[in-house]
């Protein structure tokens, strides 16, 4: 965390940040699809999880804005 921003912030930077690798992931993975490479569905995995990555991280900004920091409501 960055000294001048709150738990939320850098939390809301973070998932800036994962969509801008997701998007990049998504290029790469159509030039990969494109060269008919061998490594297409580890590409694919690989993209699929950080977009799972993505939605737990929207997920956490979300309990953030809720007051809440952990799954289950358990409010810190």
Request: charge should be negative; include cysteine; charged fraction near 40%.
């Amino acid at each position: 965390m960055r000294a001048d921003e709150t738990e939320l912030q850098m939390c809301v930077r973070h998932v800036a940040e994962q969509e801008d690798r997701v998007a990049r992931q998504d290029i790469l993975v159509e030039r990969i699809r494109e060269r008919r490479s061998p490594k297409l569905d580890d590409s694919l995995q690989l993209l699929a999880e950080m977009r799972d990555l993505l939605g737990k991280m929207h997920e956490h900004v979300a309990r953030l804005r809720q007051g809440d920091s952990k799954p289950g409501g358990v409010a810190v």
